[in-house]
Structure formats: structure tokens, C-alpha cells
């Protein structure tokens, strides 16, 4: 069964970085897509980002030529580099292997002044 793990939030003011980490276990790694999620208070989980095996990657428009996403297969671990932070950022981020229904707890990102 997949695990996974995220790490990384915090809070940050406006316009400042942060870089989120997924570590996944139980699942070989490298062949597999991976995707961002966030999800706001009374939001519904949102799609942020996407990562194919190939290292091909998709963004939300919201967060396009701001974060990047990337990944170290021999650490199995998927990156989110978020810069020019917003108040709008601020949610519990989510990372999924494509095509599983397992999810990690998330890591809270906060934006604020």
C-alpha cells in the first residue's frame, strides 16, 4: 500500500517561499505520476500541480510561473516549490500518486503578514 508523507508548510508572509516534500513509500517510485492538491477552509481539495514519470509537469493557472513541481527518484520524494506566496495560498497541501486513493495528513501553508 502507498504511503505518503508530506513535510515543509509553515508560515510565511507574503511573497516569500516555501518548498513542500512528499516522501512515498510502499510503491516503486520512478514509472509513477504524482499531482499537488490544496484544500482552503470550506473549500473543496483543489489541483495544483502534476508530475508524469517522465518529469513532464502541469499547473493550475492560479500558481503557473509561480511554483514548480519536481521530483528526486532516488530519494522517492516530490517537490513543490511555491515563491511569490499569496494570502490566497493558504490551505492544507496534499500530494497523491496518480491513480491511488492513498493521501498523506498534509502540511498546512499559511500566508500572511
Known amino acids: 500500500q502507498v504511503q505518503i508523507v508530506e513535510s515543509g508548510g509553515g508560515l510565511v508572509q507574503p511573497g516569500g517561499s516555501l518548498r513542500l516534500s512528499c516522501t512515498v513509500s510502499g510503491s516503486t517510485f520512478s514509472p509513477k505520476a504524482f499531482a499537488w492538491f490544496r484544500q482552503a477552509p470550506g473549500n473543496q481539495r483543489e489541483w495544483v500541480a502534476t508530475i508524469t514519470g517522465f518529469g513532464g509537469t502541469a499547473y493550475a493557472a492560479s500558481v503557473k510561473d509561480r511554483f514548480a513541481i519536481s521530483r528526486d527518484n532516488a530519494k522517492s520524494t516530490v517537490y513543490l516549490q511555491m515563491n511569490s506566496l499569496k494570502p490566497e495560498d493558504t490551505a492544507v497541501y496534499y500530494c497523491?500518486?496518480?491513480?491511488?486513493?492513498?493521501w498523506g495528513q498534509g502540511t498546512q501553508v499559511t500566508v500572511s503578514p
Open positions: 497523491n500518486q496518480l491513480g491511488s486513493a492513498s
